[in-house]
């Protein structure tokens, strides 16, 4: 009768351990030589007081083929042993007879509640089926690992998880009831890491549904796939890549430079209070950000390629990305493309920075990679300022409908035109209609757009024309630079201008320019020869006063086809810059 607990050491000659070789040893700590290349069926059964094994590698790196327990219904080989530490240094070959582990209990170390140490070795490249499930240990280096199968951490204690660059797939519910989980650290890679979802009870879920994440780094592009192994298409919150049914402040998630795709659903119902999206993303799905509660700073990486954004949709509806975040900054540093369902997306809650959260202020900063200012980008946002750079050539129709707080807009300097559109929803108005505009800026030429320019037919529809014509307590700056050449049709009808003045380089200003400008008193013109002037561009100005133009030009200004109807209005300054 052997009563002590001691250590098994094996001969190097040994090639292949038999069936039940050590059927109810008292051994605690057993070492598996590299030159074992087999081990049978129900080897450790019994083995209740074995804490410690040890695989050596092989001197050729073949794999071992290791046998499982029949004596209980194809249970893992260590059913029986209350296994402490594992130190793993070649590959296992390990399958049941039925050719499939489809219980948490079937894998080589499963069920191992003791488990807190785990050592790989460079000959590890497949961590199999259920592995580890229900495992102690809170952290593990994968070392080489390539490939992770299902159910590998099944309930394991894993509080921290770095997946090394060379994990090329990891299987469906993997991590399944890791409810430890706080820490994922998926570095920069270039090469595409697959992951499969969570298949539980007919139910898909995000690989990380039952973990607490706090933070999340992913560096590499996600071929996210079903039990199948077929690309899946997230389609509900709790589908999405790193759902969570667990609602964890302030977690922080950040995506490395190898990342191109944000899928449908990957962010939805997080507490992410900001985000970053590197240059190389080039697509953010459907409902990405859907339920972002706690989202408010949203940055697009300076790029020169364009990102194409879904919206959310939801009974027939289509509402912005960030509907439901209470955004207060954006920073836009790239082309976006952004596409919804259907093609009518006339309404401010479609918005691509439409919130229906009450925020007092939402700051807005465009790069100089921004050509564009795409439909319905502002749409309802309660910014109450925005430069528009040099580089912007587009500005599409009712990009800033209902921006009852943009009091301040400049234009920065450019010699290229910009093409403007208007708002085109419920009724015809300029592009700035709502808009309490105090402060203009502009220093390049505006270019309504082909549609615009067909309805510009009344002074609600001018470029600056708002719907605050009668606040007394509002007075608007305007500056006009160098590179203005044209005053638009009805451009600043109804604005509460004091005084402006109209530089040299103006050759033309258009019909009804300064309608109704309640508070213009004067107008002072650069020009040494009268610029062209439409049809009543003052009229409705009911305390306008004069027009300063040089004493040199007055003779000009008063022969001058239009101008000499103002007569009574010149006065001239001998010089004035």
Same mark, same amino acid.
């Given at each position: 009768?052997?009563?002590?607990?001691?250590?098994?050491?094996?001969?190097?000659?040994?090639?292949?351990?038999?069936?039940?070789?050590?059927?109810?040893?008292?051994?605690?700590?057993?070492?598996?030589?590299?030159?074992?290349?087999?081990?049978?069926?129900?080897?450790?059964?019994?083995?209740?007081?074995?804490?410690?094994?040890?695989?050596?590698?092989?001197?050729?790196?073949?794999?071992?083929?290791?046998?499982?327990?029949?004596?209980?219904?194809?249970?893992?080989?260590?059913?029986?042993?209350?296994?402490?530490?594992?130190?793993?240094?070649?590959?296992?070959?390990?399958?049941?007879?039925?050719?499939?582990?489809?219980?948490?209990?079937?894998?080589?170390?499963?069920?191992?509640?003791?488990?807190?140490?785990?050592?790989? &070795? #460079?000959? @590890? !490249? *497949?961590? +199999? /089926?259920? $592995? %580890?499930?229900?495992?102690?240990?809170?952290? =593990?280096?994968?070392?080489?690992?390539?490939?992770?199968?299902?159910?590998?951490?099944?309930?394991?204690?894993?509080?921290?998880?770095?997946?090394?660059?060379?994990?090329?797939?990891?299987?469906?519910?993997?991590?399944?009831?890791?409810?430890?989980?706080?820490?994922?650290?998926?570095?920069?890679?270039?090469?595409?890491?697959?992951?499969?979802?969570?298949?539980?009870?007919?139910?898909?879920?995000?690989?990380?549904?039952?973990?607490?994440?706090?933070?999340?780094?992913?560096?590499?592009?996600?071929?996210?796939?079903?039990?199948?192994?077929?690309?899946?298409?997230?389609?509900?919150?709790?589908?999405?890549?790193?759902?969570?049914?667990?609602?964890?402040?302030?977690?922080?998630?950040?995506? &490395? #430079?190898? @990342? !191109? *795709?944000? +899928? /449908?659903? $990957? %962010?939805?119902?997080?507490?992410?209070?900001? =985000?970053?999206?590197?240059?190389?993303?080039?697509?953010?799905?459907?409902?990405?950000?859907?339920?972002?509660?706690?989202?408010?700073?949203?940055?697009?990486?300076?790029?020169?390629?364009?990102?194409?954004?879904?919206?959310?949709?939801?009974?027939?509806?289509?509402?912005?990305?960030?509907?439901?975040?209470?955004?207060?900054?954006?920073?836009?540093?790239?082309?976006?493309?952004?596409?919804?369902?259907?093609?009518?997306?006339?309404?401010?809650?479609?918005?691509?920075?439409?919130?229906?959260?009450?925020?007092?202020?939402?700051?807005?900063?465009?790069?100089?990679?921004?050509?564009?200012?795409?439909?319905?980008?502002?749409?309802?946002?309660?910014?109450?300022?925005?430069?528009?750079?040099?580089?912007?050539?587009?500005?599409?129709?009712?990009?800033?409908?209902?921006?009852?707080?943009?009091?301040?807009?400049?234009?920065?300097?450019?010699?290229?035109?910009?093409?403007?559109?208007?708002?085109?929803?419920?009724?015809?108005?300029?592009?700035?209609?709502?808009?309490?505009?105090?402060?203009?800026?502009?220093?390049?030429?505006?270019?309504?757009?082909?549609?615009?320019?067909?309805?510009?037919?009344?002074?609600?529809?001018?470029?600056?024309?708002?719907?605050?014509?009668?606040?007394?307590?509002?007075?608007?700056?305007?500056?006009?630079?160098?590179?203005?050449?044209?005053?638009?049709?009805?451009?600043?009808?109804?604005?509460?201008?004091?005084?402006?003045?109209?530089?040299?380089?103006?050759?033309?200003?258009?019909?009804?320019?300064?309608?109704?400008?309640?508070?213009?008193?004067?107008?002072?013109?650069?020009?040494?020869?009268?610029?062209?002037?439409?049809?009543?561009?003052?009229?409705?100005?009911?305390?306008?006063?004069?027009?300063?133009?040089?004493?040199?030009?007055?003779?000009?200004?008063?022969?001058?086809?239009?101008?000499?109807?103002?007569?009574?209005?010149?006065?001239?300054?001998?010089?004035?810059?």
């Amino acid at each position: 009768l052997v009563t002590a607990k001691y250590t098994v050491s094996i001969s190097q000659y040994i090639e292949t351990i038999q069936d039940r070789a050590f059927c109810n040893l008292l051994a605690r700590e057993i070492t598996i030589p590299g030159t074992v290349n087999t081990i049978g069926n129900n080897v450790f059964n019994g083995c209740e007081d074995l804490e410690r094994i040890t695989f050596e590698p092989s001197p050729d790196a073949t794999s071992l083929t290791l046998g499982y327990n029949t004596d209980n219904e194809d249970d893992g080989p260590f059913l029986d042993s209350p296994l402490v530490t594992v130190n793993l240094d070649r590959e296992i070959n390990y399958t049941l007879a039925s050719g499939d582990l489809d219980a948490t209990d079937e894998g080589v170390f499963s069920g191992k509640e003791e488990l807190t140490t785990v050592t790989l &070795g #460079d000959q @590890v !490249k *497949t961590l +199999s /089926d259920y $592995m %580890f499930t229900n495992s102690a240990f809170d952290s =593990i280096d994968l070392n080489k690992v390539e490939t992770i199968g299902k159910g590998v951490f099944l309930g394991s204690s894993l509080n921290v998880l770095t997946i090394p660059a060379t994990l090329e797939s990891i299987g469906v519910n993997a991590f399944v009831n890791c409810d430890n989980l706080e820490y994922l650290y998926i570095p920069d890679g270039t090469e595409t890491l697959t992951v499969g979802i969570q298949d539980q009870n007919s139910a898909d879920w995000g690989p990380f549904y039952d973990s607490p994440l706090k933070y999340a780094y992913l560096g590499r592009e996600i071929n996210y796939v079903d039990a199948s192994g077929n690309k899946f298409t997230a389609d509900e919150t709790s589908d999405g890549f790193f759902a969570s049914e667990e609602s964890i402040d302030d977690l922080q998630i950040i995506l &490395g #430079d190898n @990342v !191109k *795709t944000i +899928s /449908d659903y $990957m %962010f939805a119902g997080l507490n992410i209070k900001e =985000i970053t999206i590197p240059a190389s993303v080039n697509y953010i799905g459907w409902e990405a950000f859907l339920d972002c509660e706690e989202l408010s700073s949203v940055t697009f990486e300076d790029g020169t390629e364009t990102i194409t954004v879904y919206s959310q949709t939801f009974a027939l509806r289509s509402y912005g990305p960030f509907y439901e975040s209470p955004l207060t900054e954006v920073y836009v540093g790239r082309e976006i493309d952004y596409e919804i369902a259907g093609t009518n997306y006339d309404d401010t809650w479609w918005a691509l920075f439409a919130s229906k959260k009450s925020v007092d202020k939402l700051s807005v900063t465009l790069s100089s990679n921004v050509k564009t200012i795409v439909r319905n980008m502002f749409g309802g946002c309660p910014i109450t300022e925005i430069t528009i750079p040099a580089s912007v050539t587009k500005i599409q129709n009712n990009a800033f409908e209902d921006c009852t707080k943009l009091s301040r807009i400049t234009f920065e300097s450019s010699t290229e035109p910009l093409t403007i559109g208007y708002q085109a929803r419920v009724d015809n108005v300029g592009p700035f209609y709502q808009s309490p505009l105090s402060y203009i800026k502009l220093d390049r030429e505006l270019v309504p757009s082909a549609s615009y320019q067909n309805m510009l037919d009344d002074w609600d529809m001018g470029v600056f024309s708002n719907s605050h014509y009668d606040d007394d307590d509002l007075t608007t700056e305007v500056h006009l630079g160098s590179n203005v050449k044209t005053i638009l049709p009805w451009m600043f009808s109804g604005v509460r201008v004091h005084n402006i003045w109209i530089p040299d380089t103006v050759t033309s200003i258009g019909n009804y320019a300064f309608l109704d400008c309640r508070k213009l008193n004067d107008v002072t013109m650069g020009h040494h020869t009268p610029p062209a002037i439409g049809t009543g561009v003052f009229d409705s100005c009911d305390i306008f006063g004069h027009i300063v133009v040089r004493k040199s030009a007055l003779d000009k200004y008063k022969a001058a086809t239009d101008w000499d109807a103002y007569e009574s209005r010149f006065f001239t300054k001998d010089d004035f810059e």
